[in-house]
């Protein structure tokens, strides 16, 4: 899930190979319920009730109501998209959750962008031009230092299989780093760099300590598709935009209990009780780890040891605007920073060129460094990135004129970043699990239930496209724009 996520296999390669409506509202009216819209609940016995505006959920409301079956979103937050949350900061559309397209093809959502005319723009985030700082030696790392990186990160992913042998699959990444460097004979600093490039590959991907995660977790962690890594033009908003178009929505509607009988189901919420037929639900796994959902009945052992055993990591962006690009140099502008203290935000993605030129960095933190510095303000953590920017450029340059910082960790609707495998998971049979249908009504979608792609978006959309195939019985999701989505699409239906 590295640019998950952090693409994982661009780091590789970056070092390797050579080297809503989103914001609040901007939905079509007239196809959803406002958000001031009824507390009585007046749906027919037969619509499917979908728990949560994010990837997975608009994707099943837009479908089902395109193949003429009643279906209402309920989302508890104010705006649509979830976890993809394109936000202006300082006049930009930035993505504060889901970022990168990770792979282009069979993508759902380069289906989706295209359909609508948006398309995407390459983000290999880093090549053998980025610059590197190292904050202990005080100095620019090498391009020939920043190499020697790339050879271990390759060398070491390849030798995961046989760590895996030895040390069994719940050791932890962090020991099997351990035992591949105190092997490899590096000196100082290379075996310093060497470390800083592993952790940050494991723990940008997984967004997780690497003492946290096992060797099993980073082997069964969702996968990109192929077609290498892409921002959508003018970030996830459109392609948000293009679900909600199609889908009845109520927002502001916070679930917290959902009955299912034999004949139908119920679900309390904020605003009210909503019956149905179906009920499908898309929330985070944090949501469901946090027991904020009832179920009656209570839901089976099995799905409830996978949620149990899963986890969720947590993945936080810093997105600084400037007046001037005043880190850029003659290569690319995405910088990698070797501080003294672990984890501190280890790389930033320039996403001038992405914002219509208006300078633009995000820093990205997770592991031990989120939780040490959790509880600071906005104002301090972004101030402390606006500090390493000027220790890292080659000129100072103004102060930032607009700053946001995540806090996915403590977001009630969110409770994390994305799903990982713990030491005690069961690895991809516990998202199998968490995807398994309760009964014949209560149906369960998003990025923790995919098996192959958790921790995506595409992994998202296509359990939700799952989902909707379980309850039409059809194959791919057939959107109203006339397109049909799944692993892959056609553009012609
Ligand atoms: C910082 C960060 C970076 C990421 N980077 C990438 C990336 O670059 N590429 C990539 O492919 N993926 C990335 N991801 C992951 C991706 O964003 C998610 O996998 C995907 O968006 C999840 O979609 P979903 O529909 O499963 O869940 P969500 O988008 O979380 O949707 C679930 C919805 O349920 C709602 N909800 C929660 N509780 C309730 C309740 N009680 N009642 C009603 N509604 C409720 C929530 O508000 C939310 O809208 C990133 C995520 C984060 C946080």
Redesign the pocket.
Known sequence: ?T?????RRDFIRMLGAGAAATAAGTWAPGCGSSATGPTTDSGSPDRVLV????????VIGNALRAAGREALV????DR?????WSRDVGGVPV????????GSEGNPATCILNHEGIGWESAEPFGLDTKAYDAVLQREIPIEELAGVAVVLVEFEEQIPSLTRELGPRASMAEAINVYLDRSGLGEPARRYAELGLRTQVETDI?QQSELVPLLSFEASGSALPGGEHFPNGSYRGMVQALARGADMQLD????RIEHTDDGVSVE?SRGTYTGSHVVV???LG?LKAG??EFSPALPTPKQVAIDRMAMAQ???VVLRYDDAFWQTAGSGNLLYASQTQGEFPFFVDYTQYAGGAPTLLAFYCGDFGRAIASQTDEAIAARVGAIVEELAPRSGPAPTNAFV?R?KSD???L???AYFTPDSAGAADARALGTPVGERLLF????TSVEY???????LL??IRETERLLGTQGARLDSGLVVGLGCDEEA
Do not use: C, Q
């Open positions: 899930m640019p998950r996520r952090f693409p728990i949560g505006a994010g990837a997975a959920g608009l309920l989302e508890a937050r649509l998209g979830g976890r993809v993505d504060l959750g889901g970022m990168w397209i990770s967004a509607t916070v679930v917290s919420t898309t929330v985070p949501v904020a959902i993945l936080e962006k995540t996915w009630p609707y969110a994390g970043s994305y979608a998003g990025e923790a958790n921790g995506y978006v595409h992994g998202a359990s939700g």
